[in-house]
Each structure stands twice: as C-alpha cells, then as structure tokens.
C-alpha cells in the first residue's frame, strides 16, 4: 500500500488542532491535548535548570503557532528539522503568543497524563514502513 501525504485540510480538520484553535481565541489553559502540526522552527535548547529541546509547531491553515517544550531529563531527544510533521501530546497552556505543549515525555511519577512527540512518518518523501505488508499466499496444488 503506498504512503498517502496528509493534506492541509486534513490536518486543519483533526480534532486537536481544532480544539487547540478555540482554546487559543478563548483564552482556556491546562488541558491535555494532541495537535498535528508542521515544525517552522527549532530553537536553541533551554538549559536554564532543566533542560528543554524547544521548537515552534504551526497549527495547519491558520497563523496559530504553538512553542514546544520537550524535556530532555524524561524524554529523548527528537531529531527535528524544519518542514517536519510532528503528532505532539503534552498539556497546552495558553498564551498571547499562540499557546505552548510541555510535558510531552512520559512522567515516572505518573502524576500526569503521559505525553508523546512522534515524527509521522509517512508526510516525508521517502517513508520507511511502519508495517510489513503481508505476503502472498502460495496456492496449494
């Protein structure tokens, strides 16, 4: 089966990012959500006190942006470039900026929801498959 592309309006559409898009113009903060979005900047880490690998996701058809803190003492190190597309899970807080996503690693005190930053695979040109796909069967005589 060939790897499909996701469309801008597909992505515009998904659930998170619009949910995202209504937190945003009303101001609502703390929430655990999942956004899809596309990566236009990586920025130099915070290593102020704990470190944070940061990077700014844009919310699909719509000036909304979205700054990305991943901590890098529970969660590995993602290796990003700009022009990536990135499924992110972590808890949104809003700002007058477009919001960011932090706690996006899994907590071992488990006193959040675990968060996820995963680069989707199958929005880059030449995708590795995520799934072997099944063999032919041979016809017995």
Known sequence: MPYR??????????????IVKQA??????????TIIGKIIKVLPDD?????HQRFV???????QTVLVVHNLDYGKRLHLAEGDTLKISGKYVWNR?????????????????????????????????????PRPRRKRH
């Open 97 to 133: 900026h477009g919001g960011l996503i932090h706690l996006t690693h899994h907590d071992p005190n488990r006193k959040f929801e675990p968060g996820a930053a995963v680069i989707i695979n199958e929005i880059h040109a030449n995708p590795k498959p995520t799934v072997t796909p």
């Open 5 to 18: 592309t996701f469309s801008e309006q597909r992505l515009a559409n998904y659930d998170g990012n619009k």
């Open 24 to 33: 945003y113009k009303k101001h609502i903060t703390d929430f655990h959500i």
């Open 57 to 63: 996701v844009q919310i699909p058809m719509s000036d």
């Open 47 to 51: 290593t102020i006190g704990i470190p």
